[in-house]
């Protein structure tokens, strides 16, 4: 979900600083006879495209803020732990380099022309969320993986999620879990989420929530 974020952001990136770059240097914009200063309807513009910027963000925050929600609440979990210190070494250096580089874009849309200060908005509050969100996550021990009597789940930079209803056969290869369900749907999970201390654990876990008559575990890697 997270690098499917990115890339819509990363689309919506370029019509944005197209049109910050015509307008705020006023480039002659030949197709309309017209120059960047001059072109209609730039206000309404600049806003949809930064209204969806933002909306788009804040989905992405509040289903992050919402993983780390239930996944702290490990009473209700049958197995719950942090996320493994490799895990978190990589959760710390993509989320600030993700909080520099959109962060970046909007002090530099803004500075090209304030008239893009909307879309500037949506990607400095991704900036200011990423730092506030590691912060909370990583001094609070709050990014964790569990299990459920329903699913498994893992809930750091992004949540990833694997249900037990459905499903047909699971499986190891490298340093994913596969969750295979009927109609060939096939989910991973991330299994270097968790420490290796902790994987015997997390397997005993989730071989006590499965119906082992309908559904073929291995734990042998592949």
Known sequence: MNKFINAILLFLLFPTMAMTIYVGFDLPVDFLKTTG??????????????????????????????????????????????????????????????????????????????????????????????????????????????????????????VVLAYFTGLRRVTIHQDSVYFHYIKDLQLDFPLDCIEINERDAFFKALNDQIDRDRVFVTTERT
């Open 37 to 158: 200063a001059y072109i209609p309807y730039k206000s309404e513009i600049f806003l949809g495209l930064g209204l969806l910027i933002l909306i788009i963000n804040l989905r992405r925050s509040i289903r992050r803020w919402m993983g780390m929600r239930i996944i702290n609440q490990t009473d209700r979990f049958r197995w719950n732990v942090p996320v493994s210190s490799n895990r978190m070494k990589r959760i710390v250096v993509y989320n600030l380099l993700e909080a520099f580089v959109l962060g970046f874009i909007g002090y530099a849309l803004y500075t090209i022309t304030p008239l893009a200060i909307v879309p500037a908005a949506g990607y400095l509050f991704c900036t200011v969320d990423n730092i506030v969100f590691l912060m909370v996550g990583g001094i609070g021990k709050k990014f964790r993986a569990g299990v459920t009597s329903k699913a498994v789940i893992v809930a750091d930079r992004d």
